[in-house]
Nanobody, 119 residues
Framework: QVQLVESGGGLVQAGGSPRLSCAAS????????MGWYRQAPGQQRQLVAF???????NYADSVKGRFTISRDNAKNTVFLQMNSLKPEDTAVYYC?????????????WGQGTQVTVSS
């Protein structure tokens, strides 16, 4: 069983730069791409960004140039550096990871961390 634990959310002023972290743990751990989704109230969950074990990244258009995803394979941890935050970035951010190496999908999920951006 794999567990993902997120940290780093909270209340941030517009223009702020918080960093989210997500650490994976579990027996026989085998993690492929890792990434982040977010869900705002009344909206569907949407992909924010993901990163492969080799460091290839993919971003939603709404966060390109503002957010940076990175990972530490040795620690099975993924990070999301969020810069120039806007009120519309307010959402619950979920970490997700794939158990296969070449496709990003939500085989494992974190519990979610709230990010609230005040104007």
């Amino acid at each position: 069983q794999v567990q993902l634990v997120e940290s780093g959310g909270g209340l941030v002023q517009a223009g702020g730069s918080p960093r989210l972290s997500c650490a994976a743990s579990g027996s026989k751990l085998s993690i492929g791409p890792m990434g982040w989704y977010r869900q705002a109230p009344g909206q569907q969950r949407q992909l924010v960004a993901f990163i492969t074990r080799g460091g290839n990244t993919n971003y939603a258009d709404s966060v390109k140039g503002r957010f940076t995803i990175s990972r530490d394979n040795a620690k099975n941890t993924v990070f999301l550096q969020m810069n120039s935050l806007k009120p519309e970035d307010t959402a619950v951010y979920y970490c997700a990871a794939s158990r296969i190496l070449n496709v990003f999908r939500g085989d494992y999920w974190g519990q979610g961390t709230q990010v609230t951006v005040s104007s």
